[in-house]
């Protein structure tokens, strides 16, 4: 039985699949997938924020003028 990213057994068929997440949205089975993040997930979720604490308002401003640019031409680009 192929394991998950994390070491857990799951079915390696869609059907198979199906099946077990019936089970688990019935209780017929408990769900073993472990939620919590691992240490290295934990400490990227801070990284945004201390870089922007530590980013002039220019820079910023200049970062989301891009961000936003770039979404105008995708925008423009799937029309």
Known sequence: MPKGPRGEKR?????GLAVMIGKIATGEIEDTADTTKSAAAQLGSLGG???AETMS??????IARKAAEVRWVKNRDED
């Open 49 to 51: 924020k201390r870089r």
């Open 11 to 15: 079915p390696a068929d869609a059907i």
């Open 57 to 62: 308002a220019e820079r910023r401003s200049e």
